[in-house]
């Protein structure tokens, strides 16, 4: 069963949505829940608000949070992975979200850091419940497991995050103990400049149909993807498109085929656009929206968004004028996960467009604070 870990002694009488509805004023202490299930592995040890507000706006409150709390693992086993879901309330439009910690290293009985900065929407009529409430949705562990409900599909998320993670050590690792420590300084100085000169694409996403701010800028016509194939991919591309309009992409289709031998439960493809100068951008990814899906070896499944995507970048649109797509993760159904290789994203020259892994980003943020012996001995644990 799970229960409610409050954290305000019982006694302390609880604020309400009600009372702050008519003005902008900072979230009580007493107006969060955190809720831990009774086996939890995680404990609270300390939490703050910051300075978190609710603002009212009409019939609603605006809810910015700030929050920070202290976890400790209380299970026999490393912590890789936190997700928490963040609820001011269930139905509203805007009235939740998550924060996910991956590339984490927690041994038992160690703490932790998390925070929460997001904005959240709630009626402000509801009274009589927390303004907010932070559920643990899951939890990664050093071997894969997982422990929790995983209404957000986190147990995938984080393995995939993970299973990149892993992939990203072993090759500075292996930097390190063929070139040495100056070796692993040349490899975080390209990664940082590649990190640095990455193209930031900022892609709005609406249901089906045309945008209006979109409609003027070109004839729409269909466009084929090209797709980068990788030897070890468990699932092939076979042929995809989208209806393009200048800085606009509707209903992408891909269809993919499982040439493994077990079947396949999700297929999530990596989105790749040129503009008419030849500059690429991450445009994001095209996930198998199909909850159900079970691909049988051999057979082949579609991939469709009904969606429509705005592409631009610092402000200015960026018209499509070429589509490339990957695999970029599979699931298999006894929950194993496949991403691609450094091998296959450095021959296909991804690296210099993907955002980096949240390990890689981790390392070389640690190498930029504390210098190339810290980041050697972190290296050395695992």
């Known amino acids: 069963m799970w229960s409610n870990v409050k954290i305000l002694a019982a006694a302390i009488v609880f604020v309400g949505a009600a009372s702050l509805a008519a003005q902008d004023a900072a979230i009580p202490k007493e107006g969060v829940n955190i809720n831990l299930p009774d086996n939890s592995p995680l404990s609270l040890k300390s939490f703050t608000v910051g300075d978190s507000r609710a603002t009212a706006r009409g019939a609603a409150l605006a809810l910015d949070l700030h929050m920070s709390a202290t976890l400790a693992n209380n299970s026999p086993r490393r912590i890789h ?155 092939e591309p076979l042929k995809g498109s989208a209806r393009i309009s200048g800085n606009e992409a509707r209903t992408p289709l891909i269809e993919v085929r499982n040439k493994s031998n077990r079947p396949v439960k999700y297929v999530e493809m990596g989105w790749i656009v040129s503009d008419p100068s030849g500059k690429q951008y991450m445009a994001g990814s095209l996930p198998s929206a199909d909850s159900d899906l079970i691909l049988p070896p051999g057979r082949n499944a579609s991939l469709l968004q009904e969606t429509t995507l705005n592409f631009s970048a610092k402000g200015q649109p960026v018209n499509v004028r070429k589509m490339v797509g990957f695999v970029s993760q599979v699931e298999f159904a006894d929950g194993k996960i496949w991403v691609p290789n450094r091998q296959n994203l450095d021959n296909a020259h991804l690296l210099n467009v993907l955002p980096a892994s949240a390990e890689e980003q981790r390392l070389t943020d640690l190498y930029r604070k504390r210098g190339i012996e810290a980041l050697a001995a972190e290296l050395g644990k695992f």
Do not use: W
């Open 81 to 235: 992975g936190v997700t928490l879901r963040v609820v001011a309330q269930e139905v509203t439009l805007g009235g939740k979200g998550s924060v996910t910690y991956p590339s984490l290293n927690v041994g038992p009985g160690e703490t932790f850091q998390v925070r929460i900065d997001m904005q959240l929407m709630r009626p402000s009529q509801v009274t009589g419940a927390p303004l907010v409430q932070v559920d643990l949705d899951g939890v990664l562990f050093q071997d894969l497991s997982f422990f929790g409900p995983d209404r957000l599909n986190s147990r995938r998320m984080m393995t995939a995050c993970e299973m990149e993670a892993q992939r990203d050590r072993e090759h500075f690792k292996r930097i390190l103990a063929q070139a040495g420590k100056a070796g692993l300084q040349r490899e975080m100085l390209e990664s940082m400049a590649r990190q640095s000169e990455i193209s930031q694409l900022a892609v709005s996403v609406k249901r089906s149909g045309r945008s209006v701010t979109s409609a003027a800028t070109g004839p729409e016509h269909d466009a084929e993807f090209a797709f980068l194939q990788f030897p070890d991919s468990p699932v």
